[in-house]
């Protein structure tokens, strides 16, 4: 299949939110943010919880083929729990909900956190991708946080048996770092994987609809891709509302119309920048808005370049390779199942070294 340079921007059918794509791919943030502007695509609410309520409202408008992003986990969460009670509302999801606990990713850590006792918290769940002999931990185990030993740079976590180990995480290699978290699942929710699972061999950020839950807590869900699968939530905690996600986990997806909420006053800055402005925009084939609290301040907080850094080239590259998936996610199946495989693979590989998308 043809890789598609970064150049030629494919997805937009909607011409005057192609050339706003095509402005962010050239680092023209503020002529595309003026752009949007004159279309009426930027909208300013002030308040965050009004902010969140006006995300699910708008979303609930018109559901299908519409993906929310927000850079941060916490905001992801506040919107997916705003839709969902706003469609429960309107009953296009059931009333009747299922709890169950999450594994959320820590969003704070950078891979070199990773190596220091004093950045973890008593409590938190980790995953090994790798195996250690020095340790005994063993490969897909995991693992809860609970005692750090700061000065001496050890933590002490407890396994699935219930026996204890303690190690210096930087002769750990491979480790993913979750709180868990609470979500209400009803009939009718989109829901997302937030890792692979091999057993049922789906991929990282793959998403469908809950079709049926059953007394025991196992969810059925009917896959984007046609497939029909069966979840348990207390096996394979991997799980999360699939309404809004992050921009990193945008990345392939495509819908008709994508709502951006973008906090300028949000305390990690880094994830405010010109690749997630290009990444989330790039998204909507037929709309794109943005949901701001200060649209003043909106070209300046999305502005910031990360061109340079070697993570934005390595996510540019992969990123061309999935610009040829350009119809809406929920019709896509059989026409790119090739592409499909290529970018799963890919995040298969990224999970397996560890690193959180």
Same mark, same amino acid.
């Given at each position: 299949?043809?890789?598609?340079?970064?150049?030629?921007?494919?997805?937009?059918?909607?011409? =005057?939110?192609?050339?706003?794509?095509?402005?962010?791919?050239?680092?023209?943030?503020?002529?595309?943010?003026?752009?949007?502007?004159?279309?009426?695509?930027?909208?300013?609410?002030?308040?965050?919880?009004?902010?969140?309520?006006?995300?699910?409202?708008?979303?609930?408008?018109?559901?299908?083929?519409?993906?929310?992003?927000?850079?941060?986990?916490?905001?992801?969460?506040?919107?997916?729990?705003?839709?969902?009670?706003?469609?429960?509302?309107?009953?296009?999801?059931?009333?009747?909900?299922?709890?169950?606990?999450?594994?959320?990713?820590?969003?704070?850590?950078?891979?070199?956190?990773?190596?220091?006792?004093?950045?973890?918290?008593?409590?938190?769940?980790?995953?090994?991708?790798?195996?250690?002999?020095?340790?005994?931990?063993?490969?897909?185990?995991?693992?809860?946080?609970?005692?750090? *030993?700061?000065?001496?740079?050890?933590?002490?976590?407890?396994?699935?048996?219930?026996?204890?180990?303690?190690?210096?995480?930087?002769?750990?290699?491979?480790?993913?770092?979750?709180?868990?978290?609470?979500?209400?699942?009803?009939?009718?929710?989109?829901?997302?994987?937030?890792?692979?699972?091999?057993?049922?061999?789906?991929?990282?950020?793959?998403?469908?609809?809950?079709?049926?839950?059953?007394?025991?807590?196992?969810?059925?869900?009917?896959?984007?891709?046609?497939?029909?699968?069966?979840?348990?939530?207390?096996?394979?905690?991997?799980? =999360?509302?699939?309404?809004?996600?992050?921009?990193?986990?945008?990345?392939?997806?495509?819908?008709?119309?994508?709502?951006?909420?973008?906090?300028?006053?949000?305390?990690?800055?880094?994830?405010?920048?010109?690749?997630?402005?290009?990444?989330?925009?790039?998204?909507?084939?037929? *709309?794109?808005?943005?949901?701001?609290?200060?649209?003043?301040?909106?070209?300046?907080?999305?502005?910031? =370049?990360?061109?340079?850094?070697?993570?934005?080239?390595?996510?540019?590259?992969?990123?061309?390779?999935?610009?040829?998936?350009?119809?809406?996610?929920?019709?896509?199946?059989?026409?790119?199942?090739?592409?499909?495989?290529?970018?799963?693979?890919?995040?298969?590989?990224?999970? *397996?070294?560890?690193?959180?998308?």
């Amino acid at each position: 299949m043809k890789t598609v340079k970064l150049e030629e921007i494919v997805r937009q059918r909607d011409p =005057d939110l192609k050339q706003t794509v095509e402005q962010l791919a050239r680092g023209q943030v503020g002529e595309a943010i003026a752009g949007m502007e004159r279309q009426g695509r930027i909208h300013e609410v002030p308040g965050h919880g009004d902010r969140i309520a006006a995300i699910a409202k708008e979303y609930a408008k018109s559901p299908d083929n519409t993906l929310v992003v927000s850079p941060d986990n916490r905001s992801r969460a506040e919107i997916n729990q705003a839709i969902h009670a706003e469609l429960q509302a309107k009953g296009v999801v059931g009333r009747e909900e299922h709890r169950a606990q999450v594994l959320v990713t820590r969003q704070d850590l950078t891979g070199a956190d990773r190596a220091w006792a004093a950045r973890y918290n008593p409590g938190d769940v980790l995953r090994y991708s790798r195996g250690s002999k020095e340790t005994g931990i063993g490969k897909g185990e995991y693992a809860r946080v609970v005692r750090v *030993d700061a000065d001496s740079n050890r933590l002490t976590v407890e396994r699935k048996d219930g026996t204890e180990q303690s190690y210096d995480p930087r002769r750990q290699q491979g480790v993913s770092v979750y709180r868990e978290q609470e979500r209400a699942f009803s009939v009718g929710d989109r829901v997302q994987l937030t890792a692979p699972s091999r057993d049922l061999k789906l991929a990282n950020r793959e998403q469908g609809t809950v079709e049926g839950i059953g007394q025991d807590g196992r969810m059925s869900l009917k896959m984007d891709g046609g497939r029909q699968v069966e979840i348990d939530s207390l096996k394979y905690p991997h799980l =999360d509302h699939g309404y809004a996600v992050t921009s990193h986990s945008s990345q392939g997806q495509t819908a008709d119309r994508v709502l951006i909420h973008v906090d300028t006053e949000l305390g990690a800055k880094d994830l405010l920048n010109n690749r997630m402005a290009y990444v989330a925009v790039s998204r909507g084939a037929l *709309d794109a808005q943005i949901f701001t609290n200060d649209r003043e301040e909106l070209g300046a907080a999305l502005g910031h =370049d990360v061109s340079h850094s070697s993570a934005h080239v390595q996510e540019m590259k992969l990123e061309q390779k999935l610009e040829q998936a350009v119809t809406p996610q929920r019709e896509i199946a059989p026409q790119v199942a090739a592409a499909q495989h290529e970018e799963k693979a890919a995040y298969e590989k990224v999970y *397996d070294m560890g690193i959180e998308m």
